[in-house]
T-cell receptor, first 111, second 118 residues
Framework: QKEVEQNSGPLSVPEGAIASLNCTYSDRGSQSFFWYRQYSGKSPELIMFIYSNGDKEDGRFTAQLNKASQYVSLLIRDSQPSDSATYLCAGNNNAGNMLTFGGGTRLMVKP | GAVVSQHPSWVICKSGTSVKIECRSLDFQATTMFWYRQFPKQSLMLMATSNEGSKATYEQGVEKDKFLINHASLTLSTLTVTSAHPEDSSFYIC??????????????FGDGTRLSIL
């Protein structure tokens, strides 16, 4: 069973702080990892994805991948109340076209 | 770019009715489209994978005769919930994959369809 694991939270951080969201995966065949944000009652929207070991930055977001440890993380700098949502981590399959999703981490940013 | 349109946004109908949901990729061709279902406070559950011009592949436990999927073109897939019952009430979300095999592109999601069966 290929799995992606996330702490369900909620993770509560004050406004302006760094939020750190973590994810582990079991399928070593996964090449790319994706972070989606899902607001309550809405569909997931892509934040960013990463496929190389190390860090990838996009604005306030930084994704980190460590393939040896099978660990993916998402850092959100200067967290805003509008960042409050559920964050879904997903890894793809060998062919690259299917995703296995984690259960999501609920982030709450308090003003 | 990478816009996926899903219609309708919400449906309320009587038990026994069949409901059709459309998923269109507006600015790219989708080699594969996916249908997910999400119950309140739960994560996404993949229902089926569809490739243009071929039969859909259903996940274990998903009834293919109840959830009919047609992928007529590289930009359109439809999900028909046949003879819907209250237990089929859920949030149905489609996604489209723009890349070929081994391209490692993300899936792009439609806005979802909230289905309520009375």
């Amino acid at each position: 069973q290929k799995e992606v694991e996330q702490n369900s939270g909620p993770l509560s951080v004050p406004e302006g702080a760094i939020a750190s969201l973590n994810c582990t995966y079991s399928d070593r065949g996964s090449q790319s990892f994706f972070w989606y944000r899902q607001y309550s009652g809405k569909s997931p929207e892509l934040i960013m994805f990463i496929y190389s070991n190390g860090d990838k930055e996009d604005g306030r977001f930084t994704a980190q991948l460590n393939k040896a440890s099978q660990y993916v993380s998402l850092l959100i700098r200067d967290s805003q109340p509008s960042d409050s949502a559920t964050y879904l981590c997903a890894g793809n399959n060998n062919a690259g076209n299917m995703l296995t999703f984690g259960g999501g981490t609920r982030l709450m940013v308090k003003p | 770019g990478a816009v996926v349109s899903q219609h309708p946004s919400w449906v309320i109908c009587k038990s026994g009715t069949s409901v059709k949901i459309e998923c269109r990729s507006l600015d790219f061709q989708a080699t594969t489209m996916f249908w997910y279902r999400q119950f309140p406070k739960q994560s996404l559950m993949l229902m089926a994978t569809s490739n243009e011009g071929s039969k859909a592949t259903y996940e274990q436990g998903v009834e293919k005769d109840k959830f009919l999927i047609n992928h007529a073109s590289l930009t359109l897939s439809t999900l028909t919930v046949t003879s819907a019952h209250p237990e089929d009430s859920s949030f149905y979300i489609c996604s489209a994959y723009p890349g070929g095999v081994y391209s490692n592109q993300p899936q792009h999601f439609g806005d979802g369809t909230r289905l309520s069966i009375l």
